[in-house]
């Protein structure tokens, strides 16, 4: 499928998804989120594909919500709308999700990118929810994973001013995995999302899926949850073959199944 405001590319089991709207900093409307959602169903839906990575481009990652479509939306005219669901969408998908961030990651990029499962950072990134400025509040996840990524005080912070932090703070409170040069933050992201995709699909998916659980689920029933995957991960070929192959000394060969 075509699309308008995004590009999608399919470069071995990697799915690229790149926001395309650089002259207002890939504001995110309702047809790029339209669009969005249906390449990430196509990528979910690809078999080739093993690894999703979303970025922008060096100056911004993405600005937020577009400003200009949204200011005159009565509250009926969002629900009825109701694109903020296209976030919830990166929730659903089985696959990682590596989010490659650069430039401005504010309001619902912040969001996009926390919903991603990974964020790697160029060192001009920038993170922050200034809907506060705007006389609203983050709509698409800002005040749930933001606290659960750098904590409360400082997330309360953020929220309340609007201001934005830099890379290497982000890194040092854990919003963000790494932080590389401009030059070779989408490298660095697709070599990470290869590495994930050479590894056992199925065992990627439930890790993926029992790591998500920490923000959903008590310690207990966590705990549950990730035994019950860890045992229904000895029905799969790829648990003989991965034990196998460690004995003896060679590299595994996955089947995803
Ligand atoms: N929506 C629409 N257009 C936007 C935009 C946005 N979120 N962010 C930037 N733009 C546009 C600007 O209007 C400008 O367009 P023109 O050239 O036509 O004037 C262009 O992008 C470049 O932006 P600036 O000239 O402002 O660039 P700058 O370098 O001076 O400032 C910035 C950069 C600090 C990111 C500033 O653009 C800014 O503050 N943007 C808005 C950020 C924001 O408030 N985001 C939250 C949106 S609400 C939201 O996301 C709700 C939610 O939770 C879902």
Same mark, same amino acid.
Not at 47 to 66: K, L, P
Not at 130 to 140: C, D, T
Not at 204 to 221: I, R, S
């Given at each position: 499928?075509a ?6 590319t399919i470069e ?6 790149q ?7 890939n ?6 989120m339209t669009?969005?959602g ?5 990528l ?11 970025y922008?481009n ?10 200009a ?6 509250p009926?005219?969002?629900l009825?709308?109701?694109w903020?669901?296209q976030?919830e #969408?990166l929730?659903?998908?089985?696959? @990682?999700?590596i989010a490659?961030v650069?430039?401005? =990651?504010?309001?619902g990029?912040c %969001? +996009?990118?926390?919903?991603?499962d ?16 705007l006389?609203?509040?983050?709509g698409?996840?800002?005040t749930?994973r933001l606290?659960?990524a750098l904590?409360?005080?400082r997330?309360?912070e953020?929220?309340?001013?609007g ?6 703070e ?6 963000v ?11 660095e992201?697709?070599s990470l999302? #290869?590495?994930?995709a050479?590894?056992a @699909? ?7 899926? =029992?790591v998500n659980?920490?923000? %959903? +689920?008590?310690?207990g029933?966590?705990l549950e949850?990730?035994?019950?995957h860890?045992?229904?991960l000895f ?11 460690f ?10 199944r």
């Amino acid at each position: 499928m075509a699309f308008e405001h995004i590009l999608v590319t399919i470069e071995e089991a990697l799915g690229l998804i790149q926001l395309n709207r650089p002259k207002v900093l890939n504001a995110l409307n309702r047809a790029v989120m339209t669009e969005l959602g249906q390449a990430l169903a196509d990528l979910e839906a690809n078999d080739a594909v093993r690894c999703i990575v979303i970025y922008g481009n060096a100056r911004a990652f993405s600005a937020g919500a577009d400003i200009a479509e949204m200011q005159a939306a009565t509250p009926v005219d969002m629900l009825r709308q109701n694109w903020i669901a296209q976030w919830e #969408r990166l929730r659903q998908l089985t696959k @990682p999700t590596i989010a490659a961030v650069s430039g401005y =990651c504010l309001g619902g990029g912040c %969001e +996009l990118a926390m919903a991603c499962d990974i964020i790697i950072a160029s060192e001009s990134a920038q993170f922050g929810q200034p809907e506060i400025n705007l006389g609203v509040i983050p709509g698409a996840g800002g005040t749930q994973r933001l606290p659960r990524a750098l904590g409360k005080s400082r997330a309360m912070e953020l929220i309340l001013t609007g201001k934005f932090i830099g890379a290497q703070e982000a890194l040092a409170r854990g919003l963000v995995s790494r932080v590389v040069p401009v030059e070779v933050y989408l490298e660095e992201a697709k070599s990470l999302a #290869r590495e994930i995709a050479a590894k056992a @699909p199925v065992a990627v998916q439930f890790a993926k899926e =029992c790591v998500n659980k920490v923000f %959903e +689920l008590p310690l207990g029933e966590g705990l549950e949850y990730e035994r019950r995957h860890f045992y229904f991960l000895f029905s799969t070929e790829d648990q003989r073959e991965g034990m196998r192959a460690f004995l003896a000394k060679r590299p595994a060969e996955w089947k995803g199944r």
